[in-house]
T-cell receptor, first 110, second 119 residues
Framework: GQNIDQPTEMTATEGAIVQINCTYQ??????LFWYQQHAGEAPTFLSY????GLEEKGRFSSFLSRSKGYSYLLLKELQMKDSASYLC???????????FGPGTRLSVLP | EAGVVQSPRYKIIEKKQPVAFWCNPI?????LYWYLQNLGQGPELLIR????????DSQLPKDRFSAERLKGVDSTLKIQPAELGDSAVYLC???FGTGHLEANTGELFFGEGSRLTVL
């Protein structure tokens, strides 16, 4: 089976840094994805990790440790528009199935 | 380039009525997914197509849900009859799949979803 855990909610202040953690247990692994989803909108792709280490993309970075079944998304210089849900998803190496975590709802306060 | 297109955006029906959702994936994407998303939760897979073949429908409640992807492009998801618990957002997504030369990461591209309310 597959299980993905994320904190349900987080709150941070504008301009600050926030780290959203994701732990997973899967029967196969072929990449970990982070998506952003604003209320009432479609999820949009943020980042992808398939090897251990840090991937940086502007204000957003994502880290992966395959041996620990752990990833985090790091958001720097938080802006009000970053208030959204952040979804961690694992792609199984058995076909192309993506399993999503429950999402972390981030609120950025002024 | 057009993204994944879904319709209708919103649908309100009474229980026991049928409903259908339509999805047009990004051109060239051979893999198409239907997900169900309840409020405050992550998307849950209903069915995945590789071209016109349903390769994973293990989570699709086949007593009331059906799907098709004729010609390996557009897809429809049908519920008949709808129940109160079917109220959710139905998301369609597509991807190249990692075996494709243009796949890059093979990430999913989502449509805006069809929000169903069953009364």
């Amino acid at each position: 089976g597959q299980n993905i855990d994320q904190p349900t909610e987080m709150t941070a202040t504008e301009g600050a840094i926030v780290q959203i953690n994701c732990t997973y247990q899967t029967s196969g692994f072929n990449g970990l994805f982070w998506y952003q989803q604003h209320a009432g909108e479609a999820p949009t792709f943020l980042s992808y990790n398939v090897l251990d280490g840090l991937e940086e993309k502007g204000r957003f970075s994502s880290f992966l440790s395959r041996s620990k079944g752990y990833s985090y998304l790091l958001l720097k210089e938080l802006q009000m528009k970053d208030s959204a849900s952040y979804l961690c998803a694992v792609r199984s190496n058995y076909g192309q199935n993506f399993v999503f975590g429950p999402g972390t709802r981030l609120s950025v306060l002024p | 380039e057009a993204g994944v297109v879904q319709s209708p955006r919103y649908k309100i029906i009474e229980k026991k009525q049928p409903v259908a959702f339509w999805c047009n994936p990004i051109s060239g994407h051979n893999t198409l997914y239907w997900y169900l998303q309840n409020l405050g939760q992550g998307p849950e897979l209903l069915i995945r197509y590789e071209n016109e073949e349903a390769v994973d429908d293990s989570q699709l409640p086949k007593d009331r849900f059906s799907a098709e992807r004729l010609k390996g492009v557009d897809s429809t998801l049908k519920i008949q009859p709808a129940e109160l618990g079917d109220s959710a957002v139905y998301l369609c997504a597509s991807s190249f799949g990692t075996g494709h030369l243009e796949a890059n990461t093979g990430e999913l591209f989502f449509g805006e979803g069809s929000r169903l309310t069953v009364l």
